[in-house]
């Protein structure tokens, strides 16, 4: 027998496909000190035209929220949103009673280092102390805090899921009496 007209296919068992995980946006440390490598050149851009924005408005939900004090110098945050507006609120907290001295800025900037976004607390801006900065993309973004002598709050808001809040027990009430020393008083 010709082993050319021979074939027969071999069995393969099917496997079900994986399912995806969810992409959740993530928040990761990064120096803004160094110079960024430009990103690999996209060849789909997108149009206003093409893709329209709904007027409905989007209800966001904190992804991350963290505090830093401003000592002179910035810090960067990497942003990789997946969905959708995001939205950076935060707040100032002067750490010294002479307010010509307190300063803050807030800049949000694409991997090619152009700026999207920029707010800050006096030297230019205003000085109120709870701000919200809104944008309208998603992609990785750098966010750079920098400023003196204050401490700010802040808090990512992302389009993403709200996180599953996971409740504590509470342990029962104790009705005994406490040894000396130990208790609740």
């Not at 009673?97 to 900037?109: E, F, G, H, R």
């Amino acid at each position: 027998m010709n082993e050319l007209n021979s074939y027969e296919p071999e069995f393969i068992p099917t496997t079900p496909e994986p399912t995806p995980t969810p992409l959740i946006s993530t928040v990761s440390d990064w120096n803004p000190y160094e110079i960024l490598p430009l990103p690999p050149a996209s060849k789909n851009r997108t149009s206003i035209l093409k893709n329209p924005i709904s007027l409905n408005r989007q209800h966001l939900n904190i992804t991350y929220t963290s505090s830093v004090g401003l000592g002179g110098y910035a810090v960067g945050k990497v942003l990789s949103i997946t969905k959708g507006p995001f939205a950076i609120s935060y707040t100032i907290h002067p750490n010294v009673t002479n307010p010509l001295l307190v300063w803050a800025k807030l800049t949000v900037s694409d991997p090619w280092q152009r700026i999207i976004a920029e707010d800050g607390y006096n030297r230019g801006y205003s000085s109120e102390e709870t701000k919200t900065i809104t944008i309208y993309r998603e992609g990785i973004h750098y966010l750079t805090i920098e400023g003196e002598f204050a401490t700010v709050d802040y808090s990512v808001k992302t389009g993403d899921p709200a996180l599953e809040i996971t409740p504590t027990p509470v342990p029962e009430y104790y009705e005994g009496t406490w040894p000396e020393g130990e208790g609740p008083y």
